[in-house]
C-alpha cells in the first residue's frame, strides 16, 4: 500500500511556534525522510469559516500567510501538494454521507471540540457546521486515502473518529477508505505547546502566540513577559518547573549545543533545571537563554519568508497547481465511495442493466 501523508491548518492566522513543534517541523523531516509516496498539506479554509462565518476575509488573507509560512519552514512543493480545502467539492460531498454513520452524540463526546465549545462561549449556539467539522476532517483524510496523519495532540479525537467512520463505512459498503495512523510529535513538550500565557495550548483563537514569522523585538518581548513560576519572586528563591512555560518552551527546543553556544556555564538543561529548582537562578537568565534559542531558530525561517513574500505569483501558482492535483485525487476516491454506495448510475452500463432486468428492455 503506498505511504501518504495528509495534513494540514486553519487559515485563522499566520502560523506559530507550537504549529512549528507540533506538526510543522515534523512534517518537514518526514517529508525529507523519502519514505511517502505521496504528500498533501491542506490549508483549511472550510473549516476555518466554521467558526468565522462573519469573517470571509480574514479566512482568505490568512491563506496566503499560512502558504508563505508553510514554504519558509521547508515543505518543498516539488514533493508536497499544498492546496486549499473550499477548492475540492468533492470533499463536501464525501462529508454529506460520512454525516449518515456518525450519531450526534458521539460528536457531543468529542473531548477537543468540547473544549473548542467552551473556548468560544458557543455553548447555546453552536453552528452546526462547526459541531460537525470532526467528520469533515474524516473526509479530508480519507479522500486522499491518507496512511498517516502529523498533527498535534488535539488531534487525536478527529483520527480516533475517522478510523470509526471508516471500519463503519467499510463494513457497510466494502473496502474502500484506508484507516489512517496518527503521527504524534516523540518529545512531549511539543505534543500540546502551551501559551506564552501559560494558558494550556498556544492557539491563534487565545492570542498567546509567538508567530513564526514575529519580528525579532517582537519575540524578545513576547519571551521576556513570558509566564514562569508565580512564587518564584526572588532570585535566591527556589524555583518549580511544573506548568512553568519557559521549561517547557527549553524542553521543546533547546539541545546540548545550545548551552555551549549561550550558557556555556551549564552542560545541558538537567543541569540547569536542577539550579533552578534549588534556587540561586532568576528567570531572567532563563528567558534570555530561551530568548537566544528561538531567535536562532527563527531567523532563516523569517528570512525565507521575506523571499517568498517578494515571489507571490510563484505561491499563487503553487496552490493552483496544488488544487488541481488535490482534486484528481479525490474525485478518484469519492467515484469508488459513490460506486461502492451504489449511487453511480451513469459511469458505466450497470444500472441500465439492472433495470432491463426488472422491467424488460
Ligand atoms: P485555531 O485557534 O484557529 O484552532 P490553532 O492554533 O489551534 O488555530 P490549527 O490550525 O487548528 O491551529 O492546528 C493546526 C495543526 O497544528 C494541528 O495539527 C494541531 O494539532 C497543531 N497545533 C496547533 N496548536 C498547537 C500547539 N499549541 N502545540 C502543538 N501543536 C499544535
Ligand atoms: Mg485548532
Do not use: W
Amino acid at each position: 500500500m503506498p505511504r501518504i501523508i495528509l495534513t494540514g491548518d486553519r487559515p485563522t492566522g499566520r502560523l506559530h511556534i507550537g504549529h512549528y513543534v507540533g506538526s510543522l517541523r515534523p512534517r518537514v523531516q518526514l517529508q525529507n525522510s523519502g519514505e511517502f509516496d505521496k504528500i498533501l498539506i491542506m490549508i483549511a479554509d472550510a473549516q476555518a469559516l466554521t467558526d468565522n462565518a462573519d469573517h470571509p476575509e480574514k479566512v482568505r488573507q490568512n491563506i496566503m500567510e499560512v502558504a508563505l509560512d508553510y514554504l519558509s519552514v521547508g515543505i518543498d512543493p516539488k514533493i508536497a501538494t499544498i492546496f486549499i480545502q473550499s477548492q475540492i467539492a468533492e470533499l463536501t460531498e464525501l462529508t454529506f454521507y460520512y454525516m449518515n454513520l456518525v450519531t450526534v452524540s458521539r460528536v457531543q463526546r468529542n473531548p477537543t471540540v468540547k473544549a473548542e465549545i467552551q473556548m468560544r462561549n458557543f455553548e447555546a449556539s453552536i453552528p452546526v457546521g462547526f459541531f460537525t467539522y470532526p467528520i469533515s476532517q474524516a473526509s479530508d483524510i480519507t479522500a486522499f486515502k491518507a496512511t498517516d496523519v502529523p498533527v498535534g495532540e488535539d488531534q487525536k479525537p478527529m483520527l480516533e473518529q475517522t478510523s470509526e467512520i471508516v471500519h463503519k463505512f467499510n463494513s457497510i459498503y466494502g473496502d474502500v477508505l484506508v484507516d489512517p495512523n496518527i503521527i504524534l510529535p516523540k518529545n512531549d513538550a511539543c505534543l500540546r505547546l502551551p501559551g506564552t500565557d501559560g494558558k494550556a495550548k498556544m492557539s491563534k483563537s487565545l492570542g498567546n502566540c509567538i508567530y513564526l514569522s514575529d519580528s525579532e523585538a517582537d519575540i524578545k518581548a513576547k519571551v521576556m513577559s513570558m509566564f514562569t513560576d508565580p512564587n518564584h519572586l526572588k532570585v535566591s528563591d527556589p524555583g518549580n518547573l511544573d506548568g512553568n512555560t519557559v521549561f517547557t518552551y527549553l524542553d521543546a527546543f533547546c539541545n546540548d549545543e545550545h548551552f555551549e553556544k549561550y550558557l556555556p556555564e551549564y552542560k545541558n538543561l538537567d543541569e540547569l533545571k536542577a539550579h533552578y529548582q534549588r534556587g540561586g537562578l532568576g528567570d531572567m537568565k532563563v528567558k534570555k537563554f530561551l530568548n537566544s534559542i528561538i531567535q536562532a531558530e527563527l531567523e532563516p525561517i523569517r528570512n525565507r519568508r521575506k523571499e517568498f513574500e517578494g515571489n507571490i505569483d510563484y505561491v499563487y501558482n503553487i496552490l493552483k497547481e496544488g488544487c488541481a492535483k488535490a482534486r484528481d485525487i479525490a474525485s478518484q476516491t469519492l467515484k469508488e465511495v459513490k460506486s461502492a454506495m451504489k449511487l453511480n448510475f451513469f459511469d458505466n452500463s450497470e444500472y441500465l442493466d439492472e433495470l432491463h432486468k426488472r422491467f424488460g428492455k
